[in-house]
Structures are given as structure tokens and as C-alpha cells.
């Protein structure tokens, strides 16, 4: 099994909304991330959790707020957004954050309009 | 900062010819990796490449590492309609957490 769950697969919220992104992982991957990927533009990261940790932040507006409540788990907490942060979010993870060589896995997705 | 260049950023391949894609990247990185992109979906895993020299294959495809010329190439044997995509090279240095993604190839495989 190589999968990396999102939920939900489709959100639209307005600004002023509170929302969620989940991703879920059975894999025993350590390592988990969130990209926010643009229209026909490369995924930029936005976040790296290593062992439950906070590892990196990528300068994200703090409206963006990142938890792991466990290994499995990755959530991307969401308020106060701007229409341009509409994007196609991925979470992905990986075995061994200190090993560079592992494949890293990506989810399918949440595409997010922000209205 | 780790800069990575693909080139051709669009390809119009005919069905049954052979085409690569370049991937160039700034400094030295440990891992180099190629993903591919259906629209509308995820990223696929096709390969990871550890050391220089290696060379990688799956069906059509054929990933090659050259970390002296820094770089790495993604040739495609004669192509097939459902290699229609968008693929990626991304690169990741020893202690670093972040992938560094190149800008993507969007390939039309044709009649």
C-alpha cells in the first residue's frame, strides 16, 4: 500500500471561513508535507513535518496553520483565506526524513477556491 | 540556492518516435527524481536516481543521471498515446527536506 489519503477532494470557503485539509498515511512514513501547486506551475512547499516535528516552514502566511496530531496524520488548518491562495494542495510523505533516497509519495490532492 | 531547468516545457511527440527531456540543475544534490502529472490529478512516482550513472527503466521510459554534467535525462522510446502528460524533474540535497522542482514538460503525444 502506497497511499497518502486527502480529504476532501474539492473545497470552496469563503474568506472568511475556517476550514481543514486531512491527510492520512499507513505507510510508517515519518516525513510528511504539504505543496500548494498553481495551475500549470510546479508544487512549491509549504511545509515539513519530521517526526511530529515542525521541520520547515516556507515563509507560509500564518493563515496556513500546519498539524500533525500523530504519525498518520497531517492536517493544514485554513482561515482568513485570499482568493489567490486558490491551488491544488498535496500532502506527501516519506520513510526516513533523514534519508534523501526515499521515494516520496504524493496524495491526490484538495483543490481549494476560495470565493 | 538549487536551481533546476527542464527544457523542451512543451513537446509534441509523434506516436512510435523517440524524444528526451533535460533536466539541469545549479549545484550538487544527492537525489534527483521524475515525476509525471495527468491533469486535474497527482504526482506519479517514475523514478529516483542515487549516483551518477544510473539508469533507470520502465516500459517506454528511461531515466539517466549524469551529477558531473548535472544532469539528468528522461527519454521517452517510441511514444504512445498515454505518455500524454506533465512531467517533472525535482531534486533533493543530502540534509534537506525540500524538493526542488523543475518547471515541468507538458507532453501531446499525436497520431
Known amino acids: 500500500d502506497t497511499e497518502v489519503t486527502q480529504t476532501p477532494k474539492h473545497l470552496v470557503m469563503g474568506m472568511t471561513n475556517k476550514k481543514s485539509l486531512k491527510c492520512e498515511q499507513h505507510m510508517g512514513h515519518r516525513a510528511m508535507y504539504w505543496y500548494k501547486q498553481k495551475a500549470k506551475k510546479p508544487p512549491e512547499l509549504m511545509f515539513v513535518y519530521s517526526y511530529e516535528k515542525l521541520s520547515i516552514n516556507e515563509s507560509v502566511p500564518s493563515r496556513f496553520s500546519p498539524e500533525c496530531p500523530n504519525s498518520s496524520l497531517l492536517n493544514l488548518h485554513l482561515h482568513a483565506l485570499q482568493p489567490e491562495d486558490s491551488a491544488l494542495y498535496l500532502c506527501?510523505?516519506?520513510?526516513?526524513?533523514?534519508?534523501?533516497?526515499?521515494?516520496?509519495?504524493f496524495g491526490e490532492g484538495s483543490w481549494l477556491t476560495v470565493v | 540556492e538549487l536551481k533546476v531547468e527542464q527544457n523542451p516545457l512543451f513537446l509534441s511527440m509523434q506516436e512510435g518516435k523517440n524524444y528526451t527531456i533535460y533536466c539541469n540543475y545549479s549545484?550538487?544534490?544527492?537525489?534527483l527524481y521524475w515525476y509525471r502529472q495527468d491533469p486535474g490529478k497527482s504526482l506519479e512516482s517514475l523514478f529516483v536516481l542515487l549516483s551518477n550513472g544510473a539508469v533507470k527503466q520502465e516500459g517506454r521510459l528511461m531515466a539517466s543521471l549524469d551529477t558531473k554534467a548535472r544532469l539528468s535525462t528522461l527519454h521517452i522510446t517510441a511514444a504512445v498515446h498515454d505518455l500524454s502528460a506533465t512531467y517533472f524533474c525535482a531534486l533533493r540535497r543530502s540534509n534537506d527536506y525540500k524538493l526542488s522542482f523543475g518547471a515541468g514538460t507538458t507532453v501531446t503525444v499525436r497520431a
Open positions: 506527501a510523505s516519506s520513510q526516513d526524513p533523514k534519508r534523501t533516497g526515499n521515494t516520496i509519495y
Open positions: 549545484t550538487t544534490s544527492d537525489r
